[in-house]
């Protein structure tokens, strides 16, 4: 019999289960960008981040950009498992990262991409893209293995980077 977690008592429907694209937290307007219910934390990024809706996915930059252009292509449908999706899902959403990836490569020209989901913190479907180059402070460990102080850019430094890569996505 698979243990189930305790029970958490009721939450708030998430803001995109109420409809909302958007909402203020700590006065930062966050976006939505997935639609999940009490089975996972709801995945919100500054809207300033947003970057494209893709086939069956969302892309948004990270919050934290020690290695410049590191984003997220977040699934829209709530799922934690790539098993739990069906196969054409499954498919489109590796061409999401592909093509996110790809866009990566034209804008930043890095010297690999890292791919990784995990999903431990947030139980929903989410590649973690990372361009890498070889004088970036971490090369070549894992990103997760340089402890640093997170580098989030302002505003206007965040739609900039949206925009390059929204550009090669196309």
Not at 122 to 141: Q, T, V
Not at 147 to 167: C, F, L, N, S
Request: aromatic letters at 6%; glycine letters at 4%; hydrophobic letters at 40%.
């Amino acid at each position: 019999v698979p243990l189930r977690p305790a029970a958490r008592g009721p939450r708030p429907a998430p803001p995109a289960a109420r409809g909302q694209s958007s909402l203020r937290f700590f006065g930062v307007t966050l976006a939505v960008v997935g639609t999940c219910d009490e089975r996972c934390q709801l995945l919100e990024m500054p809207a300033d981040h947003a970057i494209a809706e893709l086939s069956v996915s969302r892309i948004v930059l990270y919050d934290d950009q020690t290695f410049p252009g590191y984003c997220l292509v977040i699934l829209r449908e709530h799922a934690t498992e790539l098993f739990h999706l069906t196969p054409a899902v499954r498919t489109a959403l590796l061409e999401d990262v592909c093509r996110a990836a790809e866009a990566l490569q034209r804008a930043f020209r890095p010297t690999k991409i890292n791919y990784a989901v995990l999903g431990n913190q947030s139980p929903h479907i989410h590649w973690h893209l990372i361009p890498r180059r070889a004088d970036d402070p971490a090369w070549p460990r894992p990103v997760w293995s340089h402890p640093h102080e997170k580098q989030v850019p302002p505003p206007a430094r965040a739609r900039e980077v949206a925009r390059v890569i929204r550009e090669a996505l196309r």
